[in-house]
Nanobody
Framework: QVQLVESGGGLVQPGGSLRLSCAAS????????MSWYRQAPGKERELVAF????????NYVDSVKGRFTISRDNAKNTVYLQMNSLKPEDTAVYYC?????????WGQGTQVTVSS
């Protein structure tokens, strides 16, 4: 079955950095686009970054442009989100997501807290 497992979240001070990982299994990873979403309490889940299967197309929400970098290692079946210059408003649960045959698959999420 399709499985997505996030890791790398934690507590960091404003201006700090974290690198999130999403380990994928159960599908042909290199042919599937991957996304990172985040959700803060009481707010809508928000698309943060997108990367196509081969990595040729990448998009970010405006609020993270220049600070976050999405990448993937298809040999490791892993997608990453490097987060730099973190701000308190980045605090959220971060989820890895894809869509296969019309069905969305989500990881369990990893908590990122940016606070002094």
């Amino acid at each position: 079955q399709v499985q997505l497992v996030e890791s790398g979240g934690g507590l960091v001070q404003p201006g700090g950095s974290l690198r999130l990982s999403c380990a994928a299994s159960g599908f042909t990873f290199s042919s599937v686009a991957m996304s990172w979403y985040r959700q803060a309490p009481g707010k809508e889940r928000e698309l943060v970054a997108f990367i196509s299967g081969a990595g040729g197309s990448i998009n970010y929400v405006d609020s993270v442009k220049g600070r976050f970098t999405i990448s993937r290692d298809n040999a490791k079946n892993t997608v990453y989100l490097q987060m730099n210059s973190l701000k308190p408003e980045d605090t959220a649960v971060y989820y890895c997501k894809n869509r296969i045959l019309g069905r969305d698959y989500w990881g369990q999420g990893t908590q990122v807290t940016v606070s002094s």
